[in-house]
């Protein structure tokens, strides 16, 4: 009898030991840490002023862009974010690209309209026109772009959820894989490819900007 009931114990305390284990699997999730201390840099200012002149500033001929992170704005440290502004002429195009590291939250402040969209794992592209005012979303990973299909600047800012992000340019990086394997990816000829190859900006950042032959400023598609 007492065999029996230290027998039953002994895998009912199994059970409820998987089941925590599961438990955990589900609760623990890859995000930024969360923060241990309200201030653990010690500081006396939580502002930054003009990302366009303090930030992390890059342009191109799509135009202008200004990231915040935690060199230039120790506040940020620990605390899961990262903003960037940006300032893009007509046809600027923000090349399909990746964060690994975090969802981002795009909202338009004035200009455009603008092209917006991802594509999920499924295969499907999930398109948008946006105006000012107007807020769209790319989850974490996932392949995105935008295009100013206005006739002014889109000036708009993108909210990302880690201090970290990272971006990983989508042609540019294909572009590092070795020729045999890209062209059979792309179904293509090695000439080809080398003629793309050139005239991709190797740059991971820079905005382009659409050619006058493709795109039309203020012809929304
Ligand atoms: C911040 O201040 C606390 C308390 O004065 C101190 O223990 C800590 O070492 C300081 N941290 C830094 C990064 O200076
Ligand atoms: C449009 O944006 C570009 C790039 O940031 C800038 O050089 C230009 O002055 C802006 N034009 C207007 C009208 O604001």
């Given amino acids: 009898m007492g065999s029996r009931y230290n027998q039953m114990r002994a895998v009912l305390c199994l059970v409820v030991v998987v089941a925590m284990s599961c438990m955990q699997?589900?609760?623990?999730?890859?995000?930024?840490?969360?923060?241990?201390?309200?201030?653990?840099?010690?500081?006396?200012?939580f502002t930054?002023?003009?990302?366009?002149?303090?930030?992390?500033?890059s342009s191109g001929p799509?135009?202008?862009?200004?990231?915040?992170?935690t060199r230039n704005f120790p506040g940020t440290t620990s605390e899961g974010i990262t903003v960037?502004?940006?300032?893009?002429?007509?046809?600027?195009?923000n090349v399909p690209h990746t964060h690994p590291r975090a969802t981002e939250l795009l909202s338009l402040i004035s200009g455009g309209p603008l092209q917006?969209?991802?594509?999920?794992?499924?295969?499907?592209?999930?398109?948008?026109i946006i105006r000012p005012g107007d807020s769209t979303l790319f989850p974490r990973g996932l392949l995105h772009f935008e295009i100013n299909l206005g006739t002014e600047n889109a000036t708009y800012i993108s909210a990302l959820n880690s201090q970290?992000?990272?971006?990983?340019?989508?042609?540019?990086?294909?572009?590092r894989?070795?020729?045999?394997?890209?062209?059979?990816?792309?179904?293509?000829?090695?000439?080809v490819l080398?003629?793309?190859?050139?005239?991709?900006?190797?740059?991971?950042?820079?905005?382009?900007k659409s050619s006058k032959a493709h795109c039309v400023p203020g012809q929304v598609v």
């Fill in 116 to 128: 917006v969209g991802f594509i999920d794992t499924s295969g499907n592209a999930h398109l948008d």
């Fill in 25 to 45: 699997i589900r609760l623990v999730s890859a995000a930024d840490p969360d923060p241990l201390l309200d201030n653990p840099l010690n500081l006396t200012s």
């Fill in 84 to 93: 960037v502004r940006f300032e893009m002429v007509p046809c600027g195009v």
């Fill in 164 to 175: 970290n992000p990272g971006t990983l340019n989508a042609g540019a990086s294909l572009f």
């Fill in 194 to 208: 080398k003629k793309i190859a050139e005239s991709i900006s190797p740059d991971l950042t820079t905005l382009e």
């Fill in 62 to 69: 799509g135009g202008l862009r200004a990231a915040l992170n």
């Fill in 48 to 57: 930054l002023r003009d990302i366009f002149v303090n930030g992390d500033v």
């Fill in 177 to 191: 894989v070795p020729e045999l394997t890209l062209a059979t990816a792309l179904n293509t000829e090695f000439s």
